[in-house]
């Protein structure tokens, strides 16, 4: 079956830098690329997703990029802010199926 | 008032008492899921349920049973609960595949 691997588990950034989070998946019918935030305590909050008719997708200060061949997707957070500090976790899905197959997530931290 | 409500939000039992987690929805959406997250391994779906009466095994069933008599909520069911099932358990719902996934809170359930 499909699996998700995100690839940074950790990860500090200065506030006012770019952070990166970088996915791989393997099932090449995979076409919903979602992203979500999950603050402490909470639960998981959508913040962005992709489809796999597009190779770019903008958001505000959130870029997801696509590349297919590579079967690697990725969240770039510009300008961070310290309320950007929480764990991202990467999904994948295939158009027919109802799953959600999730990353082990990424800690993100923003330092003032 | 888009939400997911999950009771109780912490829960510890016994090991080999049974358990019940409750989870409600105001979205009339059709699908709604249990996952448990475990530190590293990110969100794993335990159960879907398609609709009242209508549920599907995820990839982690096992020791679990779920009941959804009404569409607007979904119950998770430990019969004679396991250590092993001490997790921070997620309910959640969609609208539709390959959309936005609406999260509860959570319940942090700890067996002693």
């Known amino acids: 079956g499909e699996k998700v691997e995100q690839h940074e588990s950790t990860l500090s950034v200065r506030e006012g830098d770019s952070a990166v989070i970088n996915c791989t998946y393997t099932?090449?019918?995979?076409?919903?690329f979602p992203w979500y935030k999950q603050e402490a305590g909470k639960g998981l909050h959508f913040v962005i997703d992709?489809?796999?008719?597009?190779d770019r997708k903008q958001s505000q200060r959130l870029i997801v990029l696509l590349d297919k061949k590579a079967k690697r997707f990725s969240l770039h957070i510009t300008a961070t802010q310290p309320e950007d500090s929480a764990i991202y976790f990467c999904?994948?899905?295939?158009?027919?199926?109802?799953?959600?197959?999730f990353g082990s997530g990424t800690q993100l931290t923003v330092m003032p | 008032d888009m939400k997911v409500t999950q009771m109780p939000r912490y829960l510890i039992k016994r090991m080999g008492e049974n358990v019940l987690l409750e989870c409600g929805q105001d979205?009339?959406?059709?699908?709604m899921y249990w996952y448990r997250q475990d530190p590293g391994l990110g969100l794993q779906l335990i159960y879907i349920?398609?609709?009242?009466?209508?549920?599907s095994e995820g990839d982690i069933p096992k020791g679990y049973r779920v009941s959804r008599k009404k569409r607007e909520h979904f119950s998770l069911i430990l019969d004679s609960a396991k250590t092993n099932q001490t997790s921070v358990y997620f309910c959640?719902?969609?609208?539709?595949?390959?959309?936005?996934?609406?999260f509860g809170k959570g319940t942090r359930l700890t067996v002693v």
């Open positions: 979205m009339s959406h059709e699908t």
């Open positions: 999904a994948a899905a295939s158009s027919g199926s109802w799953q959600l197959i």
């Open positions: 992709i489809r796999s008719n597009v």
């Open positions: 959640a719902s969609s609208f539709n595949r390959n959309t936005e996934v609406f």
């Open positions: 099932d090449t019918a995979s076409s919903y």
């Open positions: 349920s398609y609709d009242v009466d209508s549920n």
